[in-house]
């Protein structure tokens, strides 16, 4: 970078989810009504059991009437994937640009993760379309990155900023996690089918001395761990993978990410107030508390995130981020992202308040 070019800056963040809100217990009512003949005495207890766990109360899922998951077909799927993704998707974009008062006409690139639904072309296109984007817009799909995936994300969108200052870039993280549903006597699915909601983020950025300054971000992979969390193809459909020693996995890789952005500047975990950490589960996050020394007051919005929309893997650290600007960061003060996932990978992300 140039010497005085000011670095990208997150400009604004908005959030969304679909309307149909599900407490815990309606979702495990759910699940007791349909596949209490179909698993085992032992699956049905360990439903209530995660069912009943305090760390969240409800989620939301983009569908009218939860019976559709009930051997849905895979088509009809990924048209629910498409249609809620591009929904949620141009709601979290024109709320994010309303906040700085943009206009569809200034954005000139678009950078959109997913890792719950494939189609090709990508959701990139449909936004160009329904959002009314210039032709020329400049585009990009991103999949694969599971719940880690809007800081590489972030990383790609920051690196389309125009120089001259004409034009933002959005950066998009959308899931439709409920478009992965699958069911059975496995407690990966279990666990997956209590923790997981569906919702979209967007970001804008710029090249403007306003909003959170980009300063550095970072990536570990461990990919000999890739088994523990990934998405797996059974009969041509998706199904969550989650291992009992995640929490453990987790910690080391994602506070080696964490390192990773904070030494270069001089800093420690103890001059970092404010800390935006992905919502993995109660355990993940218990981890992820003791590995880095924060407070509960750190993770308090990581842990409200988790209560009111659980685990909507991508976009789910940027509605941290956002619940952690609206009770305000104050100018000059600090500020981590943290996101982790599939690979097994951890980013993230130093941002330092303008």
């Excluded at 034009?167 to 496995?186: H, K, P, R, W």
């Excluded at 500047?265 to 508390?289: C, F, P, Y």
């Amino acid at each position: 970078m140039k010497d005085g070019q000011v670095k990208p800056h997150i400009a604004s963040i908005a959030v969304a989810v679909p309307p149909y809100r599900a407490s815990q217990k309606e979702a495990e009512a759910f699940f007791t009504r349909h596949y209490a003949g179909r698993l085992s005495s032992r699956s049905l207890s360990l439903i209530h059991k995660v069912f009943s766990h305090p760390s969240i109360g409800q989620r939301f899922f983009a569908f009218e009437d939860p019976d559709c998951l009930v051997d849905e077909d895979p088509d009809e799927r990924i048209a629910r994937f498409s249609h809620w993704a591009v929904e949620l998707s141009s709601r979290a974009v024109l709320e994010a640009l309303e906040k700085v008062s943009l206009g569809i006409e200034e954005v000139s690139a678009l950078v959109v993760n997913t890792c719950t639904g494939y189609i090709c072309p990508g959701i990139s296109t449909y936004l160009i379309e329904s959002l009314g984007l210039s032709r020329r817009t400049r585009v990009y799909d991103l999949v694969g990155s599971g719940c880690g995936g809007a800081i590489p994300n972030l990383e790609v969108a920051s690196s389309q900023i125009p120089a001259d200052g004409k034009g933002v870039v959005l950066s998009v993280s959308v899931e439709i996690c409920s478009a992965t549903f699958q069911m059975g006597d496995d407690l990966s699915l279990i666990i997956s089918n209590a923790l997981f909601g569906d919702g979209a983020s967007a970001a804008v950025l710029w090249n403007r001395p306003q909003g959170l300054e980009l300063v550095a971000t970072s990536s570990r992979y461990a990919p000999e761990h890739r088994d523990n969390i990934r998405y797996v193809h059974k009969n041509g459909q998706l199904y969550n993978r989650l291992s009992t020693v995640l929490p453990r996995l987790v910690k080391r890789t994602a506070a080696d990410a964490v390192g990773d952005v904070l030494s270069p500047q001089g800093l420690s975990v103890a001059d970092i107030r404010n800390w935006a950490l992905h919502t993995g589960g109660d355990k993940v996050i218990n981890e992820m508390q003791k590995e880095l020394g924060l407070s509960h007051a750190q993770l308090e919005a990581t842990r409200r995130v988790l209560t009111d929309y659980g685990n909507m893997s991508s976009p789910t650290v940027w509605f941290v981020l956002d619940s952690l600007l609206d009770a305000g960061i104050g100018e000059g003060e600090w500020c981590v992202m943290a996101a982790f996932g599939a690979g097994l990978s951890a980013h993230a992300c130093l941002l330092k308040k303008s």
